[in-house]
Nanobody
Framework: QVQLVESGGGLVQPGGSLRLSCAAS????????MGWYRQAPGKQRELVAR???????AYSDSVKGRFTISRDGAKNTVSLQMNSLKPEDTAVYYC???????????????WGQGTQVSVSS
């Protein structure tokens, strides 16, 4: 069984920084891509950043220049460095991954449980 576990969320003041991490574990054969989504109350879940196995990166326009996504293939982890945080960044952040396991021949999408990020004075 494959699972994703996020860590690093918390409460910070505007202008502060947080670093989120996500670790994939289980019967993993290959990871095609990993990324981060977020959802604020009353709003749709949106893509924050995504990185593929060959290093292709995509960011939401709202976080470009402030957030940086990175990966460690050997450890099956992805991180999101968040700088210059704004109140509008407040949301539950979810790790997402496209993974092929030893149990299935195809790639499947997996989600973490989510971690709360709150930006407030």
């Amino acid at each position: 069984q494959v699972q994703l576990v996020e860590s690093g969320g918390g409460l910070v003041q505007p202008g502060g920084s947080l670093r989120l991490s996500c670790a994939a574990s289980g019967s993993i054969f290959d990871i095609n891509a990993m990324g981060w989504y977020r959802q604020a109350p009353g709003k749709q879940r949106e893509l924050v950043a995504r990185i593929t196995s060959i290093g292709t990166i995509a960011y939401s326009d709202s976080v470009k220049g402030r957030f940086t996504i990175s990966r460690d293939g050997a450890k099956n982890t992805v991180s999101l460095q968040m700088n210059s945080l704004k109140p509008e960044d407040t949301a539950v952040y979810y790790c997402n991954a496209d993974i092929r396991s030893y149990e299935h021949s195809q790639y499947n999408v997996y989600w973490g449980q989510g971690t709360q990020v709150s930006v407030s004075s």
